[in-house]
């Protein structure tokens, strides 16, 4: 597949950056985690009254702490990934248009803690890439910033993703562009991937050609470890009534009916290998959640100044990385007298404060929500209904991760097709989020003002942000 874009990674428990990490001469060297040295964050005027950190495991604890002005109540979730412990992404439900209650998800996969994870469109598409345990379940309608870990938890990454996926049929040798993963129809020319987790909200086109393809390999490391691969039959290939069911180990590959997709379609016969790999820009990562904007970026505050209702007081939830390879899981309540929340400015000079080298914004407003098994929501929502579904959420498991399918060796399933989840389609949620300043709906307004990025907006993120502002 193409070299991605590679940033340094944070080589977690470390204190020094060593050299670069150079996979190749393509891998362009960016932002690192563990610099050294970090330099502290200033003293601050606000008084910080913090309760005793809770020891909730082998290098995990849980911190309350009351920040003033204000008042703002933060919850910080510390985590030494050198430990026991394993960081972990979990979806509302198998397939697309599913929500989840962070709790739920938590349970299902046997959490210690769970916080809610990426922002999600009104069908319940997460806007920015998201890979789990190794699959690639969306690129996503944007690319904003994105965290991600290697599989061993060694490096860790903060930084624009670059999504990429290619295919090739062994039969010839002939390689292809995969332009599309379970988030639009192809473009002329163009071949999209589509599997399980489009359900019904992505899924292949009637008419044009599909290829459906059965795995038939455990997954392994694309070359130079740039990214993950996996070999797959090819079932069936029809350009009249093409095929669209997609089961649970199963790819289909689609195009428009001429052009060189089609092409490349017509050219499989059944029983053909295709080779497909995928990455998000990273080496060794199988693990990515998407949020937006970058908080800190090498030990310095990177939030935008901007008037949105975004970027003002608002319940945050965000995840960075300190100068010592430690994990932090950051949630702020807001709306109430007791906490009014944070600016984004704030937000990420908290995370400085927590000694963050590396932190993103994910998902806000009603949807911030931090859960630990045994205690609960341990924060305070700020929907009158309490903890909001999301699309996806931010893990720490107890210990090694028995849903994740083994790089090399058994090919088993993954969690998604194994957990227990009861997600469901809820309207309600979608509406929420999209009318929230400190969620999807001040994300969209914020980004189609120029206040977050310089990225086309697409045209779903542009629908929300019209629909935000004329409810304003």
Not at 3 to 26: K, N
Not at 113 to 130: K, S, V
């Amino acid at each position: 597949m193409t070299t991605p874009r590679s940033d340094v990674p944070t080589m977690i428990g470390a204190t020094r950056i060593g050299a670069a990490v150079s996979l190749a001469a393509a891998i362009v060297v960016a932002s690192v985690f563990a610099v050294s040295p970090v330099m502290a964050a200033p003293a601050r005027a606000e008084s910080r009254p913090e309760f005793t950190p809770m020891r909730l495991g082998p290098g995990l604890t849980y911190q309350r702490i009351e920040e003033r002005p204000g008042p703002v109540v933060v919850h910080v979730v510390r985590l030494d990934p050198a430990q026991a412990t394993t960081i972990d992404l979990g979806a509302g439900g198998p397939t697309m248009g599913r929500f989840a209650r962070p709790s739920v998800i938590g349970r299902a996969h046997g959490a210690l803690i769970a916080i809610n994870g990426d922002f999600g469109l009104l069908d319940g598409y997460p806007i920015h890439p998201f890979l789990m345990d190794g699959t690639l379940m969306g690129r996503g309608v944007q690319n904003g910033t994105s965290f991600a870990v290697t599989h061993d938890e060694t490096a860790a990454f903060v930084g624009p993703p670059r999504p990429a996926a290619d295919g090739l049929l062994e039969t010839g040798n002939d390689g292809f562009t995969v332009s599309g993963w379970n988030s639009h129809r192809p473009a002329d020319g163009a071949i999209a991937a589509f599997t399980r987790y489009g359900g019904r909200i992505h899924r292949p086109p009637d008419n044009g050609c599909a290829a459906r393809l059965d795995a038939d390999g455990p997954l392994g490391w694309a070359a130079l470890e740039a990214g993950v691969s996996r070999r797959y039959t090819v079932d069936v290939v029809r350009c009249v009534s093409p095929p669209r069911r997609v089961g649970s180990r199963q790819v289909v590959l689609a195009s428009r009916r001429w052009g060189l997709g089609a092409d490349t379609i017509e050219a499989m016969q059944s029983g053909d290998r295709v080779r497909l790999s995928w990455s998000v820009g990273w080496p060794r990562a199988l693990d990515a959640v998407g949020g937006m904007p970058r908080l800190v970026d090498g030990g310095r505050s990177a939030a935008p100044r901007c008037r949105s209702s975004f970027c003002r007081r608002n319940p945050r939830t965000g995840i960075g990385v300190t100068g010592d390879g430690r994990l932090l899981l950051v949630v702020v309540d807001g709306r109430s007298r007791r906490s009014v929340g944070m600016t984004l400015r704030r937000f990420a000079r908290s995370f400085l404060d927590l000694g963050a080298v590396e932190a993103v914004n994910l998902d806000g407003g009603g949807s911030s929500v931090m859960w630990i098994r045994g205690r609960g929501i341990v924060n305070s929502p700020s929907d009158p209904g309490g903890e909001r579904p999301v699309v996806n959420t931010v893990m720490i498991l107890p210990g090694a991760d028995v849903g994740e399918e083994p790089i090399t060796g058994v090919d088993v399933d993954g969690s998604i097709g194994r957990a227990s989840i009861a997600g469901r389609w809820f309207a309600t949620t979608a509406s929420l989020a999209a009318s929230d300043a400190g969620s999807t709906g001040g994300l969209a307004a914020a980004w189609l003002e120029g206040a977050l990025s310089t990225e086309p907006v697409s045209p779903a993120l542009r629908r929300i942000a019209m629909s935000f502002r004329a409810g304003r």
